[in-house]
């Protein structure tokens, strides 16, 4: 297929998909319009949430300890950092309705997914490329039914908590930095930023253009039909679409970070 046809292809895809593109269709989860960034929150948002009205001292000094990492894991140190951020943090508090140290954690998770799209690019590379190593490790049908909606954040993280664990050093710092980068934006009213669908197309050319002609004509015929595609066909095309645009050269890695983990709030509406 000829880069003409290719791009006339790509564009056809946004035209008829974007509405339930990727970013799109990650959001339609249990936690509708959170996006990626709070299912794969390592609070996922669950941590006291029977406490928000109910000042219980067991539980809040269990919200206040909470830690999901052994402490052999990298994880383990960086996520103390992190809730302990949140705990301390003055102007979430200013934001909530309580100081409950579960309400707090719950209240993070939800600024964090707000807060992605008004993110810069190089940020959402990072975690782009944390999140091509955590797609791998579900099945079939879990990363099926995670991107279609069937599969809420607390399940996803169970499912995706092993290669979380096993981030080295380096790579658990970049994730949370990410998580408190998101939350500030958001407290701060940061602008979003908007991916040009234009942008998009030239993405998934670029990824198309990089696979052989047999394989990157399936990639295209995959992406028109992600609608109605079964659970192996649909991993198999957002596995490419993460590992292969987790792989282009600027700017076109920054195209698909943006348009994967940003959703239709940092997307070009059509």
Not at 66 to 74: G, I, K, R
Not at 82 to 106: E, F, H, M, Q, T
Not at 238 to 247: C, D, E, F, M, W
């Amino acid at each position: 297929m000829s880069y003409t046809r290719y791009r006339r292809a790509a564009t056809l895809i946004i035209t008829f998909s974007v509405a339930f593109s990727l970013g799109c269709l990650f959001m339609k989860n249990r936690e509708a319009g959170n996006g990626v960034a709070k299912a794969i929150n390592p609070t996922n948002g669950d941590i006291g949430v029977g406490d928000i009205k109910a000042d219980n001292i067991s539980s809040k000094n269990l919200a206040a300890s909470f830690n999901p990492f052994p402490t052999s894991s990298p994880m383990h140190r960086e996520f103390d950092e992190y809730r302990n951020w949140v705990l301390s943090n003055k102007k979430l508090l200013a934001a909530g309705d309580s100081a409950n140290p579960g309400y707090l954690l719950r209240l993070s998770g939800q600024l964090q997914a707000r807060g992605v799209p008004r993110l810069p690019t190089e940020l959402l590379e990072q975690r782009l490329s944390s999140v091509s190593k955590i797609l791998p490790s579900l099945d079939t049908h879990m990363c099926s039914a995670f991107l279609r909606g069937g599969l809420s954040a607390a399940e996803f993280f169970f499912k995706a908590y092993p290669a979380m664990e096993s981030f080295s050093a380096e790579e658990a710092k970049a994730w949370l930095a990410f998580n408190k980068a998101a939350i500030e934006a958001q407290l701060n009213e940061a602008p979003v930023i908007v991916l040009p669908t234009e942008n998009v197309t030239e993405g998934i050319v670029k990824i198309a253009n990089s696979m052989y002609g047999p394989q990157s004509s399936a990639f295209i015929s995959g992406l028109v039909a992600l609608k109605t595609a079964d659970d192996e066909d649909t991993c198999t095309i957002v596995k490419i679409l993460y590992a292969k645009g987790n792989s282009l050269p600027e700017p076109y890695r920054g195209y698909m970070a943006r348009w994967l983990l940003t959703g239709t709030k940092g997307n070009q509406k059509l």
